[in-house]
């Protein structure tokens, strides 16, 4: 059948993704899903801002360690570059290279969730910061840890979809699921980018 | 899979059910799944109006009655209202566009099991050591020391179902914009898919923030969180606001599909085109728009200030203009056409001055210092229910009659739907208009019981009367349904004769494929141009092809299942409120979710390409399709 058709770099469409019907209710329907995340994700902002510092001992400003969390932000910053190579290699119809910047991806993506744990394990353990301490620290925790669980759920995504395919190479079939990964993956580091300055840069300053 | 003419076993019936991902079949689940969900709150209703009916009653006790306010609010919303129009949108909107199916069936069988199961894991609550007691808004004050588990089972079993309500309400946009017909423009589509486009516009921007709202209930309860715990700095207005973001807009989700189906069925018993449409699509969705704009009407006696209350006071009277915008489209629809009054054109003729009242009351409780005199009496409920029932109620009852052909291929019965009505309808205004009154001298809602001597009593004896004249009219409208399926009397495709939408053009019920050729659409109406150029059939789009069709699945019974399991691990786990942790819960916890992530695991990894019917097979099916 046609999805199962074989390919070539010259007979590969310029956006696989949405060639079938398929790929284009994937294409849009990811999209309006990622519209609802945003509107969550806009929730727990709104209810991080209200309940800042409030009940709790140690204020934001005392609490939040710059240099880690820039190094986060930058693992996942690039992470983020190293999935749109991919997805440039995926629209060339080259797949061992769409695959290693996945890897890549995967590979950064997990130091970031490693260094979060790390933050995590750190602020309960040397601030007595647990989400259970004050209606700040349950804000911040909600707020940061389902961030956290996106990228989580997002590497377990992509790491299937490599695992899946790893045999089979390129055809629309695959193609648009590994261009809603890729989005979920950009979602996630843009709510990273206002998560870094709502909750940390504006942390440290007020 | 073709032999859809064959006798079957009940067995294969049951797991044709519950694998199935075809949305005619996925209606007939929201419709007996709706129903059953809406005599319960039903009997709930009866329960609280027998408790009223006369002063100090005994009938419930404190305790008892809450949980029944409670568990009607929820019930009606959440589990009956909500699922019974997702049975008419999804029985009738891939039809009316022309659509062989939804755009994701898959998510479309998993949206209706998350919806079951959680509503089943709310009920449970009734038999496992009580219910949700702090009203269908559990505003925090209350929610965060009820004793028992009873709020746990409703932000569990709202969140399953919840995750349900969203996904099918992605569904239905993509379904919408991806998959019309050649020619059905977005202007050229019936009311009934606008107002279903624009509820699941409302559904997916309005459901994150009560998910969000829902998470920290939940995470304050069973996992010591501090969101509203004013003594660790919550604060308890969170819950208010996040509530309320999502609570407006989902009484327009409710009762936009209702203006659809009432302006389907108006035009077709008018016998005359929809008065206004483009106007009737602009107010529709500007109804959507502002719905996000008036949520702090619901809380103008918080203290929020008079700047916020007199700009959420002025949005919500701005509403009244689109509304108003549309019930003249209806009457002037109805003006100078050939008027036949059916069961489905009655309800329209009852709900226009029913929703109206509605609409009057709203604007009223919209001017902020009136809604500090009203606001928890006896005139909000009344409001509401002149709204929910009027409007949201009548638009089911209607689309019930109207498309039952369409969904069962059998007509409901007409005259006893006339008797129906007249119960609905005089009991209806008999329980709740007098509720006006009763909540403009002082009867406050809620509250269990009154002394006799405070004017209460005839009220409140003729409101329980007016509540068990409905409770005969839904009796009635069971029976109905029973006789019809017992007498089981085909119809032809158009059998009121004058369709006007693509969905009578094509057999009743349709063939699971739908459409065999794609339709072309020339213009609003579609059917009823065909029909006036004397054509008995659509014209196609395409020749006569192979159609590609998706695989059933088990996969989001499982899913759901999961969840549900997860559930009862995540509420009796030794963090929460009420302390009587188990030591099973945590595995259960875990298991639960083990069984929906490795179920989804499963879909990921099984390729699912569906399968097609060929077109000598549609061939041998002949013209009957």
Redesign the interface.
Known sequence: ?K?DEKFTPQTWPVSPETQT?EG??KF??FW??L???T??FA??F??YL??KD???SIKANELFDPVLVFAMTMLLLTSSLTSVYAIYHMKNYNFKKMQAWFFITVLLGAGFLALEVYEFYHYVHEYHFG?????????YY?LVGTHGAHVLFGLCWII??LL?NSKRGLNL?NAP?YYTASLYWHFIDVVWVFIFTVVYLMGMVG | MSSITAKKGFGAILWEYLTTVDHKKIAHLYLFGGLFFFALGGLEALMIRIQLLSPDMEFLNEATFNEMFTMHGTTMIFLAAMPLLFAIMNAVVPLQIGARDV??PFLNALGFWLFLFGGIFLNLSWILGGAPDAGWTAYVTLALDSPGHGIDFYTLGLQISGFGT?ISG??F??TI???RAPGMTFMRMPLLTWTTFIASTLI??A???L???I??LM??RL?????F?I?????SI?WE??FW?FGHPEVYILVLPAFGIFSEIIPTFSRKRLFGYSSMVFATVLIGFLGFMVWAHHMFTTGLGNVANAIFAVATMAIAVPTGIKIFNWLLTMWGGSIKVTVPMLYALGFIPSFVMGGVTGVMQGMAPLDYQLHDTYFIVAHFHYVIIGGVVFAIIAALHFYWPKMFGTMLSEKMGYVTFVFLFIGFHLTFFIQHFLGLWGMPRRVASYLPGQGFELGNMISSIGAFMMGIAVTLLVINIIITFVKNKKVDNDPWGDGRTMEWAIASPPPYYNFKQTPLVRGLDTYWIEKMEGKKELTPAEPLGDIHMPNNSIIPFIISLGLFIAAFGAMYNPANIVKDGQPWAIPVLIIGLAITFGSM?IR??K?D?GYHIHKEELEEEGGKA
């Open positions: 059948m999805l019907l284009k209710n849009l329907g309006l899903f519209g609802g995340e509107v969550l929730s727990l709104a209810t209200a309940l409030s009940g709790s989400f259970k301490s004050s209606a700040f620290s349950s804000a909600t299937t979809l899946r079939y699921k | 755009a994701f969203l992605i569904n946009l993509v914009i991806n998959m997916l921007f459901f994150p923030p998910t969000v709202g998470f920290f995470f304050d996992f010591g969180a501090n969101f715990n003594a660790m700095g919550g604060n969170i606001h996040l973001i695991l990921s990894l390729d390409l």
